[in-house]
């Protein structure tokens, strides 16, 4: 079974930044849209950001100005640049991966990671 495995979470001041990666375990010939999720505790997971196979991507409102999604296409990397952060953004951070070309809802994702931890203190 595939599985995206992610990395780059830690403990952060707020201002600080941090830089999450998520690569597939093993070849995927069949991603195409990608995304972050985050889930904080009692909460549900909600959407960070998403990218296209083109490069078009889609912020959530909270991180707009302030996260970079990016990607490698020829190795379905992605990586999430976050900025000026916030003790509202401590979560378990969580990559996505679709065959579709945009990202479908959180239901129907095929792939996901484990998750990594991102801790912001004020």
Known sequence: ???????GGGLVQAGGSLR???APSKSIFSINAM?????AP???RDLVATIT???RTNYADPV???FTISRA???NTMY???????PEDTAVYYCAASPLLIMPPRSRVDYWGQGTQVTVSS
């Open 1 to 7: 079974q595939v599985q995206l495995v992610e990395s």
């Open 20 to 22: 999450l990666s998520c």
């Open 35 to 39: 995304g972050w999720y985050r889930q």
């Open 42 to 44: 009692g909460k549900q």
């Open 53 to 55: 196979r083109g490069g």
């Open 64 to 66: 707009k100005g302030r």
């Open 73 to 75: 296409n020829a190795n």
């Open 80 to 86: 999430l640049q976050m900025n000026s952060l916030k």
